[in-house]
């Protein structure tokens, strides 16, 4: 099993290596197509929250790179620096993708919903569980009793929750693509190239998410098999 498992999670490391290669390159060709509309990434995402009838999310710059997110407790929509203020496909993509969360947010979408709750629960969940886990299997093999058995299985649940965070995030990235997409269309926002540019970026974007999901995934199910195999 340990052999086995090297070999998945080298090959989810390696395919999480070449979709986020593929992202950058994706984002730095689509960043030379420029915008026939002259709209920045901050125009593109006050245009679309406006369309939308959102009048109570801020648009912001925030510092980095692929720092763009939509934060639901203080209402805004943060743009990286290169997305808020440049004028391509890249950026449009982003903004209207970033706004998408927030219609989202607006329209009490469930999934966006469910995410949310779960937050709190994952920062917690998602520092803790590596620590029980391990803990829980060194106490077991120390004092050969059961204890550390069930310290193990609390941090495999925790891990559970983190895990199934991951795979509740898919259906909220694809569907704010899709609103992004689908806005960008319909008002006719970029030429026929640009909209393509925009929606191969979204699309490699997402990759990034299945990966992470797979990832955890992968891990989840050999501490399982580590952990109850070990009861045999």
């Known amino acids: 099993m340990d052999f086995t498992y090297l070999i998945l999670i080298g090959g989810i490391a390696l395919f999480s290596w070449l979709v986020s290669a593929q992202l950058k390159s994706k984002f730095a060709y689509y960043s030379k197509v420029h915008l026939r509309n002259g709209m920045s990434g901050a125009e ?120 199934m965070f991951s795979f509740i995030t898919l259906p909220v990235e694809y569907d704010a693509s899709n609103r992004a997409l689908n806005w960008l269309k319909s008002k006719n926002m970029l030429t026929q190239q640009e909209y393509a540019g925009a929606e191969d970026s979204l699309k490699w974007a997402a990759r990034t998410y299945v990966v992470a999901a797979l990832g955890a995934l992968a891990s989840l199910l050999y501490w399982a098999y580590r952990i109850l195999g070990s009861r045999d």
């Open 44 to 163: 593109i995402a006050e245009k679309m929250l406006s369309d939308n009838g959102i009048y109570d999310v801020k648009v912001i710059s925030t510092p980095g790179q692929l720092t763009d997110h939509y934060n639901p407790m203080n209402k805004t929509v943060n743009l990286s620096e290169a997305v808020y203020n440049q004028r391509n496909a890249a950026s449009a993509a982003v903004a209207a993708h970033e706004c998408g969360h927030a219609v989202q947010h607006a329209q009490a979408y469930s999934w966006l919903t469910m995410r949310s709750k779960m937050v709190p629960i994952v920062n917690v969940s998602s520092s803790l569980s590596q620590w029980l886990i391990m803990g829980g299997l060194i106490l077991g093999f120390a004092s050969k009793t059961s204890i550390g058995f069930y310290v193990a299985v609390a941090g495999l649940i925790l891990m559970a929750i983190a895990t």
